[in-house]
Nanobody, 124 residues
Framework: QVQLQESGPGLVKPSQTLSLTCTVS??????????WSWIRQPPEKGLEWMGA???????AVSTSLKSRTSISRDTSKNQFTLQLSSVTPEDTAMYYC????????????????RGKGTLVTVSS
């Protein structure tokens, strides 16, 4: 059973960089045809796909977040990370990491596995 666990600070100050790590167990992030995404859900809003890294290490990022978002991985630790720079209160959301068989899962049902999520609040 593949399991994903998000980790990172729950509180970030405006203008700082948010960094989250997803630790994967029960499966490898280099398994063929797997795509590892970051998705977020602001309070009382829908899911927003942020970006992903595939099993080969290629990345794709949402156009709306491209200037602020970076996704990378550490295959030795079976982890992938999200960095979101210049955060504002509008970046307050539940952040999820997930595995899918395509680049851009838009709903939870599109994801093979996902973490429980971590709440990140942007506030001074």
């Amino acid at each position: 059973q593949v399991q994903l666990q998000e980790s990172g600070p729950g509180l970030v100050k405006p203008s700082q960089t948010l960094s989250l790590t997803c630790t994967v167990s029960g499966g490898s992030i280099t398994s063929v045809n797997t795509y590892w995404s970051w998705i977020r859900q602001p309070p009382e809003k829908g899911l927003e796909w942020m970006g992903a890294i595939d099993y080969r290490g290629n990345t794709a990022v949402s156009t709306s977040l491209k200037s602020r978002t970076s996704i990378s991985r550490d295959t030795s630790k079976n982890q992938f990370t999200l960095q979101l720079s210049s955060v504002t209160p509008e970046d307050t959301a539940m952040y999820y990491c997930a595995r899918a068989s395509r680049w851009r899962p838009s709903t939870f049902s599109d994801m093979d596995y996902r973490g429980k999520g971590t709440l990140v609040t942007v506030s001074s």
